[in-house]
């Protein structure tokens, strides 16, 4: 009795066993590779036959000849393996002014609040004290991951471009508007700039 019933379970186990843990993910993988395989090897980007990071995730860039990404509180920065933000909600002290100095704290991005970063996007890119940055430009993604930035960011950052590189602010702006995408099925989502196809089409256009 025992043995009639622990023979088809056994081989229904096994049946499962190898069915959901080899034979369908190796039918996922196959059908990946086939017809979606620079999604399923993690949408990297080259330059010059170089893989420089993947335009699913964000990138810090500091140089002025770059358009930088927005805040990151996902470890020193845009960190997949800290993926994370700051969990601070829109009415939090804390998340507008920051955490006090701290020697052991204070390069990190993290600790700077809301007006700390408007100031110092001002400041970088040469702003007046009555532009109003971009809320994508002040705060931190819940991923801390986040590859793109609001048309308006990349467009208040292109006169700094535009400087550093000795290009009219029209090219760029252009540039900005060629490398915008828009909302999925024209619905749903933003408009939106991917920070590392931006800049990749500005090297391009040095060459």
Not at 78 to 88: K, P
Not at 166 to 181: F, H, W
Request: charged fraction near 20%; hydrophobic fraction near 40%.
């Amino acid at each position: 009795m025992i043995r009639a019933q622990f023979v088809p379970a056994l081989l229904f186990s096994a049946l499962f066993a190898v069915g959901t843990g080899v034979l369908f993910p190796i039918a996922v993988w196959l059908a990946a590779q086939t017809f979606f395989p620079y999604q399923a090897n993690g949408s990297l980007m080259e330059k010059r036959g170089e893989t420089i990071g993947s335009e699913l995730i964000g990138q810090q860039f500091t140089d002025p000849r770059y358009f930088h990404p927005r805040p990151s509180a996902a470890g020193s920065g845009y960190d997949a393996m800290s993926s994370g933000g700051t969990n601070l909600g829109p009415t939090s002290r804390k998340l507008f002014e920051g955490l006090p100095d701290d020697p052991a704290t204070s390069t990190n991005e993290i600790f700077l609040g809301v007006a700390d970063l408007a100031k110092a996007y001002r400041e970088e890119n040469e702003l007046p004290s009555s532009v109003q940055p971009p809320v994508d430009a002040v705060t931190r993604s819940a991923s801390g991951l986040d590859p793109h930035i609001s048309p308006r960011n990349a467009q208040l950052q292109a006169a700094r471009v535009a400087k550093a590189r000795q290009r009219s602010p029209q090219e760029i702006l252009a540039l900005v508007e060629s490398n915008t995408e828009g909302r999925f099925l024209t619905l749903f989502g933003e408009r939106r700039v991917n920070v590392l196809k931006l800049n990749l089409a500005l090297d391009k256009m040095g060459e």
